[in-house]
T-cell receptor, first 114, second 116 residues
């Protein structure tokens, strides 16, 4: 089975721009979660989508948004980029058939904001 | 609120040494899950193990073993006869019933450096 894929792998943007990151989950997985990883704050949960609905959201400003499509693929968008948004953005998928199914992570998108 | 503490920021060992990575957690949930992930330099988080709060049995998988002790809220990870390929950052994580299990709370990670 193919793993979680994320595109693009690297991205460079300037302050004030917006960016869209894409995540394709493992086939059959219906839950997609997003995490931000920075040296200072570590790994932090952004949001989770299941069957096209956002089910949980972390403590991030409204500039961070996401969506999920009917094929379970997900996108996250960051508007009005700030220098502090530079990070590795990781997407994870799980089947969510029962309890706490394991989340499997993609390789991440490394975003640099100049 | 949930919290995971990995007190060891960095550990350096020589190949073939045994090494234990510590993880202490806090949660008010009675049902929760604990995880360990490995992050090599490539950046992808690789799943290693999941353990639920009702299963305190220790587990061994090859050179890896995990010790879960609910009484001390710890879930430690031991690598026996370490190898250079074990060099990575290791994260302990927790998910609980109150968040619908959808949120992983991570520790800050322990960087393991194994030298030849």
């Amino acid at each position: 089975k193919a793993g979680v894929t994320q595109t693009p792998r690297y991205l460079i943007k300037t302050r004030g721009q917006q960016v869209t990151l894409s995540c394709s989950p493992i086939s059959g997985h219906r839950s997609v979660s997003w995490y931000q990883q920075t040296p200072g704050q570590g790994l932090q949960f952004l949001f989770e989508y299941f069957s096209e609905t956002q089910r949980n959201k972390g403590n991030f400003p409204g500039r961070f948004s996401g969506r999920q499509f009917s094929n379970s693929r997900s996108e996250m968008n960051v508007s009005t980029l700030e220098l502090g948004d530079s990070a590795l953005y990781l997407c994870a998928s799980s089947s969510k058939l029962q309890g706490s199914d394991t989340q499997y992570f993609g390789p991440g998108t490394r975003l640099t904001v100049l | 609120a949930q919290k995971v503490t990995q007190a060891q920021t960095e550990i350096s060992v020589v190949e073939k040494e045994d090494v234990t990575l510590d993880c202490v957690y806090e949660t008010r949930d009675t049902t929760y899950y604990l995880f360990w992930y490995k992050q090599p330099p490539s950046g992808e988080l690789v799943f290693l193990i999941r353990r639920n709060s009702f299963d305190e049995q220790n587990e061994i998988s090859g050179r890896y073993s995990w010790n879960f002790q609910k009484s001390t809220s710890s879930f430690n990870f031991t690598i026996t006869a370490s190898q250079v390929v074990d060099s990575a950052v290791y994260f302990c994580a927790l998910s609980g019933l109150n968040s619908g299990y959808s949120t992983l709370t991570f520790g800050k990670g322990t960087m393991l450096l194994v030298s030849p």
